[in-house]
């Protein structure tokens, strides 16, 4: 399971259903990387949720190689409820990669 430390800005958690602690939706970036230089395993993956102009909550990952081109995805929501359901699904598939592709992501502080 992914632990993630508060980021050091202080950015505060949106109120939303209740799902466990690593999950909840926050405003802001969680960077994840994933590297076994032994097995050539060099990743990272990023999930960020931001509010745009007019309220929607707007949720972008990125992943692809470490210092390589990156491939990435934006997706907006009118309700908190389908973000944070797109957001655990995205950290619980990444709490997976050490039975998956033997190395486990580890979070980055920016």
Known sequence: MVKFQPHPAGL?????PP??????????????V????????????S????EDLFG????????????GW????????????GADRVVAGHLRRRATAARRIGVAYTPVLL
Do not use: C, M, Q
């Open 12 to 16: 505060s958690v949106i109120a939303a």
């Open 19 to 32: 799902l466990p602690a690593p999950y909840a939706l926050n405003l802001g970036r969680i960077e994840l």
């Open 34 to 45: 994933a590297v076994d230089h032994s097995r050539n395993v060099n990743r990272r993956y």
């Open 47 to 50: 999930v960020e949720a931001s």
């Open 56 to 67: 929607a909550l707007i949720v972008e990952t990125a992943w692809g190689r470490i210092g």
């Open 70 to 81: 990156t491939a990435g995805k934006r997706v907006s929501f009118t309700d908190r409820a």
